[in-house]
């Protein structure tokens, strides 16, 4: 029954709460910020041909408030933060991971955690009690921040993973591709259990389908503060 509990995957999709100051510090940056536009599409999503024409579940990803979560620089980076026993059972399904998605869109490996636009960490999300105590064995979250590192100030986010890294190797696999796909940019669940993004983990563990692609490049093509400048004015 521990098993069964502790492989059970219930992901829900959280933001960090910001204190009250900081929310009304970001709200007063969002206000001012230019209005929310479209990225190109990424070379990797536009050269995506679906011939099968498998749809998409589009209508269930949720946009936030700066619009979807869209990345706009690329190589994605993504960290992997190292967990002590037996390491490379936890490392390498996750690379897989990443290397799956990667087709998809351009995902690099890095080494600092510090500059990462993804953090997958092994760590076993932590309890809450809803409705009744569910185990969850993954959890992704998003964080906004205005970047001012570059020329000119812009909305940014960074998301972390939280893994269960006490599973076989094959659900590690299955948690880092899903947690991924939400991290990427669908934030939300499939309602259909042959897509990576299905809200719970089946035991029938399946590999990204052409619904979720053609889910993450309808994402793609949406607005977004994300990516782009913050008014000079708003600047601190
Ligand atoms: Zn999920």
Redesign the pocket.
């Known amino acids: 029954m521990g098993l069964l509990i502790s492989t059970c ?1 219930l ?3 959280i933001r960090v709460p910001l204190s009250t100051a900081q929310e009304h510090k970001l709200e007063a940056k969002l206000a001012i910020l230019t209005a929310s536009q479209s990225h190109p599409l990424p070379f990797t999503l536009a050269q995506w041909q679906d011939p099968q024409n498998s749809g998409d579940y589009f209508f269930e990803v949720k946009m936030t408030e700066v619009g979807y979560l869209v990345w706009s620089q690329f190589p994605i980076k993504v960290y992997i933060q190292p967990y002590n026993q037996s390491d490379r059972l936890w490392i390498e399904p996750v690379i897989r991971a990443v290397q799956e998605w990667n087709y998809f869109l351009p995902l690099q490996v890095v080494d600092n955690f510090q500059t990462a636009d993804i953090r997958i960490v092994p760590k076993v999300p932590p309890l809450q009690t809803t409705n009744f105590l569910r185990a969850r064995s ?1 959890q ?1 979250r998003y964080q906004l921040y205005v970047n001012s590192s570059k020329p000119a100030a812009i909305l940014s986010h960074y998301c972390t993973i939280l893994l269960n890294p006490r599973q076989s190797s094959r659900y590690i696999q299955a948690a880092a591709r ?2 991924l ?2 991290a990427l940019g669908i934030w939300g ?1 499939s309602p259909e259990a042959t897509d990576a ?1 299905y ?1 719970s983990q089946v035991s029938d563990i399946v590999p990204i389908s052409s619904r979720d692609i053609n889910t993450l490049k309808r994402v793609y093509q949406q607005p977004t503060r994300l990516g782009w400048q913050v008014a000079a004015n708003s600047q601190p």
Do not use: N
């Open positions: 995957l992901v829900i999709l993954a992704t899903h947690e796909g939400h669940h993004l809200f």
